[in-house]
């Protein structure tokens, strides 16, 4: 939790400890995340993360070829290395915030820091449907011809949307996708035309009793049903497995300063990130026209 504490001139420096506000900003950033949560993507990647720019290295593994054996010569000369070329990409978003708290109004708060606290939370919050954006688009621009849906009707029956969900179950099956750990990223349209199905809702009152995280509203024929409202224009689902793509992110800088033309303390932070869409063949998504 980003702390609350008596922002002021006297004890500024000793209260803004960069490394905690950072731990903060990074804890609310992770809750707020839909698309970039561990739910849709994974974080397999090596390499360190300092400014946009870096690259991050993704480790691959082959599929065990399967061959024939004899019971009198055993196995052929060979063994197959199954340790495949390593893949990587770049952390190309850069987003940053800065907002500044006027020594009045602190003068005025009982607890000065509130507002420093709670700009932080909401700068998290915005960093995070960021993300989520870049992330979305990043699955939905390499779903493969096949896996998407271009004809999506919003006013369709409960039962066309049910069988588009079936559908979109059918490629996954198709492509060997884990059954489980599925998800299914809806709109909040479609989440709304899906709250008037009694499967949906029967389905997600009986499922797990974990609580609801990351966006999750609840689950369907396999999914983890998760909601977001910053998808890609006429976008209104994503299907998958998190196998399918890899991201990375750092909180790199948090700092304080005061700003040259007023009286006022002020924060900034920087965030960078990438994605990548290894295994498009997991994918899934579908639009209205």
Avoid at 123 to 129: D, P, V
Wanted: proline residues 5%; aromatic residues 8%; charged residues 25%.
């Amino acid at each position: 939790m980003i702390p609350l504490a008596i922002f002021n001139t006297v004890d500024r420096a000793s209260y803004f400890i960069p490394e905690i506000w950072t731990a903060g900003i990074w804890q609310e950033l992770k809750a707020a995340l839909v698309v970039g949560s561990g739910l849709v993507v994974n974080t397999d990647y090596e390499g360190e993360i300092r400014a946009a720019g870096d690259k991050v290295k993704i480790p691959t593994v082959l599929d065990p070829t399967i061959e024939d054996y004899d019971p009198v010569a055993g196995f052929g000369a060979t063994i197959q290395d199954i340790k495949g070329a390593d893949k990587g990409f770049e952390i190309e978003e850069s987003k940053a915030f800065r907002f500044k708290v006027d020594d009045i109004a602190k003068v005025q708060s009982l607890i000065g820091g509130q507002y420093m606290s709670e700009g932080m939370r909401r700068a998290a919050r915005k960093l995070a449907e960021a993300a989520d954006a870049y992330v979305a688009g990043k699955i939905v621009a390499a779903a493969p011809v096949g896996h998407k849906v271009v004809d999506l009707s919003l006013t369709a029956t409960p039962d066309v949307i049910y069988t588009m969900f079936v559908d979109a179950k059918v490629v996954l099956d198709k492509t060997n996708t884990p059954a489980n750990g599925r998800y299914a990223i809806v709109s909040p349209e479609l989440h709304g035309r899906l709250l008037m199905d009694p499967r949906f809702i029967d389905a997600s009152q009986s499922g797990s009793t974990e609580p609801l995280r990351n966006g999750l509203v609840g689950r369907f024929l396999g999914y983890d049903v998760v909601s977001c409202n910053v998808l890609p224009a006429k976008v209104h689902l994503i299907a998958g497995h998190k196998i399918a793509t890899t991201y990375a992110d750092q909180i790199v800088e948090t700092e304080a300063y005061r700003p040259e033309k007023w009286f006022a303390d002020a924060v900034r932070g920087l965030h960078v990130y990438g994605a990548s869409v290894m295994r498009p063949e997991h994918t899934f998504y579908a639009q209205t026209v």
